[in-house]
């Protein structure tokens, strides 16, 4: 499990277009933020995902990255990127493999190939796990506005200083 102050489980995942990323080819060039959403049918991922696009410029402002994950088909993810007009990565997690390393598949549920809670992490440029939030209520989700602040921290946090919590 993905844990604040700890490693991040580094993963290779294919986006909508087939392309394989690699969660540290990108924290090698900044901080990422690593967002989990349920599905394509979910409306309030859909909202999400959209209010993060809308927000997109303030977080790579910080030089950050951005990058969801779902156990969505291809075909899927992609019409839903279509749809909403997103400029980051919608990321496939088929087997659930990527959930199950960060902690947040939804077990309650009997879906094949399972589904996330909605969650965010953020990882530094050592790939270090400085922000985690896990929602168990689908209807809830961290907002752009938080994932800023903590990115800020991020970026202005002294050796010193404890982990984000």
């Keep these: 499990m993905a844990e604040v102050g700890h490693q991040a ?3 290779s995942l294919a986006d909508t277009s087939g392309r394989r990323v690699v969660l540290s080819d990108l924290w090698r060039r900044g901080p990422v933020v690593l967002v989990f959403y349920r599905g394509h049918w979910c409306p309030f991922c859909r909202r999400h995902l ?3 696009q809308e927000h997109l410029d303030a977080i790579r402002g910080r ?3 951005l990058v969801a994950v779902s156990s969505d088909e291809r075909v899927l993810a992609r019409r839903l990127s279509d749809e909403l007009g997103l400029e980051y990565p919608l990321l496939r997690d088929p087997d659930g493999s990527v959930m199950d390393a960060y902690g947040v598949r939804n077990r309650l549920l009997g879906i094949a190939g399972g589904i996330p809670h909605p969650a965010a992490f953020i990882v530094d440029g050592d790939g270090i796990v400085r922000f985690r939030e896990v929602r168990r209520n689908y209807r809830r989700r961290t907002t752009a506005a938080r994932l800023a602040r903590a990115l ?3 970026m ?3 050796e010193g200083e404890q982990p984000l919590r």
């Design 50 to 52: 959209k209010r993060l």
């Design 156 to 158: 202005t946090r002294d």
């Design 152 to 154: 800020d921290e991020v």
């Design 63 to 65: 030089g950050a990255a």
């Design 9 to 11: 489980p580094d993963f």
